[in-house]
């Protein structure tokens, strides 16, 4: 380790262990007072909007002596509609409940002991993020209103603007009595501050990264603290054979292509047998007239021969694109099976007016979400009704304490729709 | 990657697929029929009672020819009550209320999407553990009851004890139409099986480390694999100033004595200096008639000064041991800072009839474990009514799917008694 790293690493120390006591300090406060840091926080950001712009100019100018790509420019890019946004943000997190008012549990033993499971904050968060300085903003605001301190890394090509935000978000913290040690940021770029973060067992939580495929991996084979991330998303839509077609052809066209380069977006279409041949024609035609390409195998192609043929490794492939993998499938027990041997267990749906083949396919898919009669689109905190999230996480769940038997199961999500498409 | 390496890194592939393929099904089968496996195993257990005692003697031979300590080899013996212990184990697994038939949540979103939250097995779960053969018994129990797959890793002191133990639970679950690759063990004792395990990233879900310190810390370091570990038991317990003085004396007793070596064990009295000038002696000749020596700070040995003086960094040390670390407080705020300083977030108890002083204390706290009026060693799956455990984890936890303000908070409990000791 050089003198370089030796003060970046001390750094990382010296946040990691502020942060904690900010921590401590935050999970102790009312709601109340944590509700006003976020609204403090809200208005100095207001406040701040033309310095945080001009901040941004510098990040966009350095950016175009680069050269990169429209799509990542536009990502980078603050306006001030977009510093009012990331400000009505924070004012909207103060407005949703208390996550650490929950009592989980609440039993007594024979004995006579009382015990409660109550929520309590994770405590030190590394987030690894890359060029969109919103994200800055909203995963401090979700951790203060749940009591974590959190370190913020974003990418070197955001730092001015990272560094605006911050600033005005502590100004905010100070105002209204809050550590501002809760939210911190490095002071300078260098790529060892992301391997000292990632080092920082015991003292840093919990690393969440948010960011293209490479920086989750990245971080998810260099990390020593535990990982929340974001995988893949390979999701699939099965239509049955007791599929309404209307609606399977709208739900269909909306996990698709609303947006799909989503991680809710569907990647692979599983249609009956049974249906396939009056409906595969309409749902090929409709998603066709917008633009989406195919990847079919036999048994599709030879009702829609226009679709190109699957490759191997296509059903293993999250397009992320206007493109969707085709196969049809005899009955749900094929269709589960088709998700086992090439799904990520990230968000499956099943199109039917039958009960009983729903419920089937819902116990049978060991995927963190699984829908019925909705688009998989629906993969999201906002439309969970959890208000705001900071990620996807696709992993499965620790403990704490005692591990017995409810400790060793995680959970997923079982969705009951009627055709609902995400707008 | 030498040669040995491939077959076992192959072995440990094929066994992990197969263990996924087998908690599939087992997550779909009705309670009544894994707890019929259960059973089923049990009996086989007593069946092969002689067997097993037979195997574990090959064991117990090659430890005397190699030496050991009487305790190891405590650990590693079996007897015809040690195997029906074992059986009788899964019996009483089988009694537990299923931990898969949990709604954790049940809501309807505004659009008419109704969502429940249930529970769901991890998947993959790999145990690795020294020599009583008995945890591989227990944590195959644990895990069939909640749907999970597991490979069993057990110290190569105790191989052909864990063989002879896996190939009657194997039988039970054939038995029972269960599948047999729920409960997998390598076929050989090479410590290459564990790096692979380790390193199976994807393939197998959790690692739970069960053993010393040492075993755990090269878990740690190693796993490319979540793990669900134990490290520092560092317990304090806090003697307020409106403390019971009978009941101090008996919870301090119990805490520091009943096993010293249990993670649950205080490891440090905090006494009030309010208190202390009358309590402390009483509290230092109880536990110095039943063995005990004290590591004690200044203002403690001023009150007692028989106790051996505290070096630099024995506030910071888990004894595991008839030792016990004393500092005196001032007030409920020193004992948190106190705390926070040294302590390990596992398990504090605070002694007082004092209301406020407690919930102060207990809001305080960010331990995985706080206590009012009761024993640390009261942490302890059994003693929380769980029936059974299968470790305990001093980390936090991760979620899946939509990552929102809930799924950034952790849990701890908070416990209630009178008194009580642990028997």
Chains 1, 2 share one sequence.
């Not at 406060?29 to 510098?58: D, E, F, K, W, Y």
């Not at 077609?245 to 009956?272: F, Q, S, W, Y």
């Not at 049978?364 to 990620?391: H, K, P, R, Y």
């Amino acid at each position: 380790m050089d003198a370089t790293s030796d003060i970046i690493g001390d750094w990382v120390r010296h946040a990691a262990a502020a942060a904690r006591d900010a921590s401590a300090i935050l999970a102790q406060m009312p709601a109340a007072t944590r509700n006003a840091g976020l609204h403090a926080a809200a208005q100095q950001l207001r406040a701040a909007s033309a310095s945080i712009v001009a901040a941004n100019a510098q990040d966009l100018a350095a950016f175009d002596r680069n050269g990169g790509t429209a799509a990542f420019r536009d990502r980078l890019a603050l306006t001030p509609a977009r510093v009012e946004a990331m400000a009505q943000g924070l004012d909207d997190i103060a407005a949703l409940p208390d996550p650490l008012a929950r009592v989980l549990a609440d039993w007594t033993q024979p004995n006579g002991l009382h015990f409660q499971r109550i929520a309590t904050p994770i405590g030190v968060i590394g987030m690894i993020y890359e060029s969109r300085p919103n994200v800055g903003a909203d995963a401090a605001g979700l951790c203060l209103k749940s009591g974590n301190a959190v370190i913020l890394r974003g990418g070197s090509d955001s730092f001015h603007s990272a560094r605006a935000i911050h600033t005005a978000i502590t100004a905010g913290l100070r105002a209204a009595g809050l550590p501002d040690a809760a939210v911190q940021i490095p002071p300078a770029t260098d790529r060892a501050y992301v391997a000292a973060m990632l080092a920082a067992a015991g003292q840093i939580d919990l690393i969440i990264p948010r960011g293209g495929k490479s920086l989750v991996e990245r971080v998810q084979s260099e990390a020593r603290v535990p990982v929340l991330a974001h995988a893949e998303g390979l999701c699939h839509t099965y239509i049955h054979a007791a599929a309404n077609p209307a609606m399977a052809r709208a739900v269909l066209a909306n996990a698709k292509l609303r947006r799909p380069g989503v991680c809710g977006a569907t990647e692979t279409l599983l249609i009956d047998a049974a249906i396939a041949p009056t409906l595969l024609p309409l749902l090929a035609a409709d998603l066709a007239a917008a633009g989406c390409r195919f990847r079919a195998d036999p048994r599709a192609r030879a009702i829609v021969p226009s679709m190109d043929p699957a490759a191997p490794g296509d059903f293993d492939t999250e397009w992320l694109d206007t493109i969707l993998s085709v196969a049809v499938v005899d009955g749900v027990e094929a269709a589960l099976a088709h998700i086992r041997a090439h799904g990520s267990e990230h968000t499956e749906a099943i199109i039917t007016d039958d009960p009983a083949a729903a419920q089937l396919f819902l116990r049978g898919v060991m995927s963190s979400v699984a829908l019925w009669n909705a688009s998989t689109q629906f993969c999201d905190g906002g439309e969970f009704g959890f208000g705001a999230e900071i990620g996807i996480a696709t992993g499965r769940m620790h403990a704490r304490g005692p591990v017995g038997l409810e400790q060793l199961t995680s959970f997923r999500y079982l969705v009951t729709g009627n055709g609902q498409i995400r707008p």
